[in-house]
């Protein structure tokens, strides 16, 4: 068939995004269903703290972090088509490993049944406690390993397929995909994992487990056959494709127009090395030893130094260092949150209603990737340039988190309210500032910043995650004050104080280090 650029485009981007949006989906719903039935379901079994429970996420964070590192350059490597069979394929089956922690416990300690265990006290119920800890860390080190590829893949297959001006709205569009997840599992983990215990499936949590990890198998059988790069795609015609490389023209000219100073930025290709020791050394201090900043130089054994040139890596790092733990902190401990405060187990109808509302809540994101759009549609801005006034206005709307603990004293629904509208926020922040790394970086590159993008998220995931564990268990046993509030309330003001602000300072850190568009340059 003869394809001409007047004939009508295509448009398979969308089922592209379609496929992200659902990859995206599973991906959150596996990494709920610990979420929505630890501290109800699974706690009682193992004698869970709630430092338990943090320990197993920030687990799951740091892997995350440190596997989004690799798993950026990975997709770049191998390519988005095998990279994401890998990726959804580990993480299935780290969601099914979850299942077994049960059993792996009572091997281990050589106990007879689940009511053997959830009967023990003393040491053996601290032995207990222990063992199963670390068999959900193995477990969540499996899924972070495999999920870390999701963003990467997702971004990647964006900047393929989508041009600049579309990107934060495609982003926005299979982000949602997280909102979606967050917003299911409420609505069918707890019933699961209810219904098999009632008629003696294990304890029912096992099964959620099973069913939600299945999903990711049945999304690989279809993505082999859906996904092909645009040029090579029988799907995409002429038209689509020059729709879809419009920018490339333009990236040209500009480049010819402002080449950078000899010396000023290194080579792409090994830019997310220096960027990557840079962060260790970072970081190290308060959440790695110094033996992971030894092993990066050993493993990798090239330059450090020339990594500070690139202010881009920095301001994206940074800016996605002090936000995405809020999200993480929504996910992991909003159930808790309504568990502890208002004595609603998850599987409540209220508490799932509560839960419900959140989330539909958050879906309003999906039009926080349009408003950079609208915003050079009509001011005729840089898509950078644009996206910092769309981005600023989310990092606004968390302020509300200040409002969530005093408001709730009168109903449960105003923080539910309050956290769904930061969480809107965030995925509209989120989304634009993944297309950040789409604007600065070339195509070939961009798997790998969003890799180290990934990274920092979960680096922030684990510090929130691991901080908050011990400080509501403190606040519980100490009965600690804080803004008129006591015991676990009064930890929970002070996480959700930090929540309000991290986006103002993530947009300081964008401003201040990339005040202007700047692209980095092959």
């Not at 599973?26 to 430092?51: C, E, G």
């Not at 936000?323 to 993480?328: C, F, H, L, S």
């Not at 799932?352 to 309003?364: K, R």
């Not at 759009?373 to 005729?380: A, D, E, F, S, V």
């Amino acid at each position: 068939m003869n394809r001409t650029n007047q004939e009508r485009m295509t448009k398979y981007r969308w089922v592209i995004c379609g496929m992200l949006f659902l990859a995206t989906t599973i991906n959150y719903m596996d990494r709920q269903v610990l979420s929505l039935t630890w501290k109800d379901f699974i706690a009682p079994d193992f004698h869970w703290t709630d430092t338990d429970y943090g320990n197993i996420a920030a687990v799951f964070a740091i892997v995350y972090a440190i596997a989004n590192l690799f798993s950026g350059r990975f997709m770049d490597w191998i390519g988005v088509k095998r990279g994401y069979l890998w990726a959804i394929g580990i993480w299935s089956l780290g969601a099914c490993m979850h299942a077994l922690c049960g059993l792996a416990t009572m091997w281990h300690l050589n106990l007879g049944s689940t009511q053997e265990m959830i009967a023990a006290t003393g040491d053996v119920a601290l032995a207990i406690s222990t063992v199963s800890t670390y068999c959900f860390m193995i477990s969540r080190f499996v899924l972070g390993l495999g999920e870390s590829g999701n963003f990467p893949a997702a971004i990647k297959v964006t900047a393929e397929y989508f041009p600049k001006k579309d990107r934060a709205y495609a982003t926005s569009i299979f982000n949602s995909g997280s909102t979606i997840g967050a917003l299911v599992a409420p609505l069918t983990i707890p019933l699961l994992a209810r219904y098999f215990k009632n008629i003696g499936v294990g304890n029912g949590w096992e099964m959620a487990f099973i069913i939600i990890g299945a999903l990711g198998f049945l999304w690989l059988g279809a993505w082999i056959f859906i996904y092909q790069k645009p040029e090579e795609n029988k799907y995409v015609n002429e038209a689509e494709l020059v729709y879809i490389h419009q920018d490339d023209v333009a990236e040209k000219e500009t480049t010819k127009e402002a080449t950078p100073e000899k010396g000023t930025i290194p080579m792409l290709p090994n830019s997310w090395i220096y960027f990557t020791l840079g962060i260790v050394v970072l970081i190290s201090a308060f959440v790695f030893s110094a033996w992971l900043l030894i092993l990066a130089f050993i493993l990798l054994n090239l330059p450090f130094w020339n990594f500070y040139k690139l202010a881009q890596t920095w301001a994206i790092f940074l800016a996605k260092l002090v936000t995405d733990g809020v999200w993480w902190f929504f996910l992991f401990w909003t159930p808790a949150y309504i568990s502890d405060v208002y004595n609603l187990p998850s599987d409540n109808p209220t508490a799932m209603l509560l839960i419900f509302t959140l989330y539909a809540i958050t879906m309003l994101a999906i039009y926080g990737g349009k408003l950079p759009t609208i915003i050079m549609n009509r001011t005729g801005q840089h898509a950078y340039d644009a996206r910092l006034r769309a981005m600023f206005i989310f990092a606004v709307v968390p302020l509300l988190a200040l409002f969530a603990q005093p408001l709730g004293s009168y109903s449960y629904w105003f923080p539910v309210i309050i956290i769904g509208l930061a969480g809107a926020a965030h995925q509209s922040w989120s989304a634009n500032l993944f297309s950040v790394a789409s604007d600065l970086f070339p195509k070939k590159a961009v798997g790998t910043m969003t890799g180290i993008n990934g990274m920092a998220g979960g680096i922030g995931s684990y510090c929130i995650n691991k901080f908050s564990g011990q400080l509501f268990d403190y606040a519980d046993q100490t009965q600690m004050t804080f803004m008129g509030f006591q015991g676990k309330p009064a930890g929970y003001f002070i996480i959700f104080c930090y929540c309000a602000i991290a986006y103002i300072a993530g947009w300081t850190i964008l401003k201040l280090l990339v005040p202007k568009y700047k692209a980095v340059k092959s």
